[in-house]
């Protein structure tokens, strides 16, 4: 089972804090293997088995437990002895009033709770009221490129990145068979498109829905309006920009697409127009666009920005007066660091011109600038570091 160690060592830190785990993310991005791997922490820890209770509620076994009074009694019958207990409840959302469940079993001190669930509920932020507060949320995404490169090691970073491209799931890890792949993605996208979000938000014309997909997906890396977006579909049928800013914001909450702000560094503030967005999974690109994998460079940017997302609090697409910069990211302690994304600066030009909106921050916080050059892939420019985009998402120190 390929390590998840930045959200393993986040479930260890949390394990008996009295909160609720609530582990969220997009539909196949690894939530129930995450788990896995903290059982298995447990046991090597000296937890017993009969201390372990783990039920998947997409599982037909447990369809009388949906009734969230049997559950309830279902677990207390298990935990009878003063001892910890460990509950991990997956697909949670398929219990009717899970959160009244959840809350209760909560106020017992001596089980921890583990949860995850795929709708709505652990994307919208009703979570929040649900759960009154009483938990965390550790938000997971699919395999970063380490992760993956660690199925991978014998070959070199280049061409396991080839490979990463076309998709970032964990169970298409080893999967060479490009057909195989294919309808793994398929019905990836099914269950996010028609389960998650056309059911949950009442979408009334999947077929505009899957249109505005097809075009975020696109032009992800660029600046993108809900007016631009209407007047692109505007083209072939007849539809209001707040029809397309609800389609949007479901695609969003669907964990499908994430939006990035703008943030305006002298200002130090949001921005309220032209975000960009990017993909969970660069195989959903493929799946629309048949010459997706191409376009290397925003492809390039859409994996940094995910990386950055499992990195830093905040992550933002940066303006400074007439200047862009493709990341601004904000810790948890408020401080920025920048990052510019190139797939090549060998000519000149392209490097002055992509140091230039980093040159032109007036402050002393770190500054990157990312590329795939293997020839001068490192350099310092007047504080300004490059580094090999590889080596950085490998983790390696310059």
């Keep these: 089972m390929i390590q998840r160690e930045r959200y393993l060592d986040w479930l260890i830190r949390n394990k008996n804090n009295g909160l609720v785990k609530v582990i969220s993310g997009v539909r196949r991005s690894g939530k129930s293997s995450l788990f896995e791997l903290m059982k298995e922490k447990l046991r090597k820890d000296g937890i017993s088995d009969e201390q372990i209770i ?32 460990y509950i991990f409840l997956d697909e949670v959302q398929n219990v009717k009033k899970f959160e009244e469940v959840v809350n209760s079993l909560n106020l017992q001190e001596k089980l921890d709770i583990y949860i995850t669930g795929s709708n709505a509920y652990f994307m919208s932020g009703e979570l929040a009221t649900l759960l009154t507060g009483r938990y965390l949320e550790l938000k997971i995404l699919p395999l970063s490129f380490k992760e993956f ?12 990145y080839e490979k990463y491209i076309l998709t970032s799931f964990p169970y298409l890890v080893h999967t060479e068979n490009s057909d195989d ?20 938000y009442g979408i009334t014309d999947q077929d505009v ?10 032009v992800i890396g660029s600046e993108v309006s809900i007016n631009k977006i209407a007047n692109v579909l505007k083209q072939d049928i007849s539809i209001s920009n707040n029809t397309v800013e609800r389609y949007v914001d479901a695609l ?43 376009d290397y460079g925003h492809i390039l940017e859409n994996i940094v920005y995910l990386e950055l997302k499992r990195r830093y ?64 892939k490192n350099g310092n420019y007047n504080g300004i570091i490059k580094m090999n985009a590889l080596d950085w998402l490998l983790g390696v120190e310059k």
């Design 313 to 376: 609090y905040h992550v933002y697409v940066g303006k400074n007066d007439k200047y862009e910069v493709d990341f601004v990211c904000i810790d948890s302690h408020a401080n920025p660091t920048y990052f510019q994304v190139a797939l090549q600066t060998l000519d000149e030009k392209v490097l002055e011109r992509e140091l230039r909106s980093l040159e032109m921050i007036d402050d002393s916080y770190p500054k990157y600038l990312l590329t795939l050059d293997t020839i001068n």
């Design 149 to 160: 490169y660690s199925e991978y090691s014998y070959l070199r970073p280049e061409e396991a």
């Design 209 to 218: 829905l899957e249109r505005i997909l097809i075009y975020l997906s696109s």
């Design 181 to 200: 792949r294919a309808i793994y993605i398929q019905g990836a996208y099914n269950d996010i498109v028609l389960k998650d979000i056309i059911t949950r």
């Design 54 to 85: 783990h039920l998947n509620f997409e599982d037909l076994r447990y369809i009388e437990l949906r009734d969230f009074l049997k559950l309830n009694e279902y677990i207390l019958n298990l935990t009878p002895k003063n001892q910890n207990y």
């Design 252 to 294: 969003v909450n669907g964990l499908i697409l994430y939006k990035a702000p703008r943030y305006d560094i002298k200002g130090k503030s949001l921005l309220r127009r032209l975000e960009k967005y990017y993909l969970v999974d660069m195989g959903f690109r493929s799946l629309m666009l048949p010459d997706a994998k191409q």
